[in-house]
């Protein structure tokens, strides 16, 4: 019953440290594999060249898939595995964080992570993606496997740069309001409210007292 679901986003540790953002260039950083579009990313840029590079970070099983592209592709610089911090300052620098799933992701870190050093992001319109990001404000949204469309959005943010730097400041906003440690340790309260509220009210009301036989499993439930 969907009055018994919350949902609540993951939680990231630590200050937000907004980045600049003038780098010039998109990231992905993510394990890389089919579900994740990392086909479509490499698509875009070999067949559409936006106008901003392309650094992909990450691991899997299609990386020699994406190192033959950096290879033969002006534009896609495939940077391999990096550290949490590292990459953390590379997406700072990074035009938009680009996350182009193509099955149902639930809440990505890597989505939160890029809203904390306030970058942009470019995401898939599926599973959970379609609701943490605010299209037009904290990130944009295109159809999974449009790589024409992915394009054409990295295009409009390289000639609306006024544009992303206001979404710079709704990001980090954003990640402060729903995943900070203290907004989650508050959510989280609420949860265990909700849920002892409902089990002490419904026990009132289930007319123990009635039948004497009933009366320790009552104060059992409270």
């Not at 590379?90 to 870190?109: I, K, Q, T």
């Not at 009210?201 to 009366?215: K, L, N, V």
Request: glycine residues 12%; positive net charge.
């Amino acid at each position: 019953p969907a009055e018994k679901i919350v949902v609540r986003p993951n939680c990231l540790a630590g200050p937000m440290m907004p980045g600049n953002g003038e780098g010039g260039y998109v990231v992905y950083g993510g394990r890389l594999s089919p579900e994740k579009g990392v086909g479509t990313l490499v698509r875009a840029w070999s067949e559409y060249r936006p106008l901003l590079s392309l650094k992909i970070v990450g691991d899997g099983p299609l990386r020699e898939f994406v190192k033959g592209a950096a290879q033969r592709t002006v534009g896609i610089e495939y940077v391999g595995w990096l550290s949490r911090e590292a990459l953390r300052e590379l997406v700072g620098g990074a035009a938009l964080m680009v996350v182009p799933s193509e099955w149902y992701e639930p809440c990505p870190m890597s989505v939160l992570e890029a809203f904390s050093v306030g970058t942009p992001v470019l995401a898939s319109a599926i599973g959970g993606l379609k609701e943490m990001i605010s299209h037009g404000r904290t990130g944009l949204l295109f159809q999974p496997g449009n790589a024409k469309e992915l394009a054409e959005w990295v295009d409009w943010g390289a000639r609306n740069r006024d544009r992303l730097r206001a979404m710079r400041v709704a990001a980090v906003r954003e990640a402060e309001r729903r995943c900070s440690a203290d907004s989650a340790l508050g959510s989280l309260l609420k949860v265990y409210e909700l849920a002892v509220a409902r089990v002490v009210g419904r026990s009132s009301t289930e007319g123990f007292a009635d039948d004497p036989r009933s009366a320790g499993r009552a104060e059992d439930r409270r």
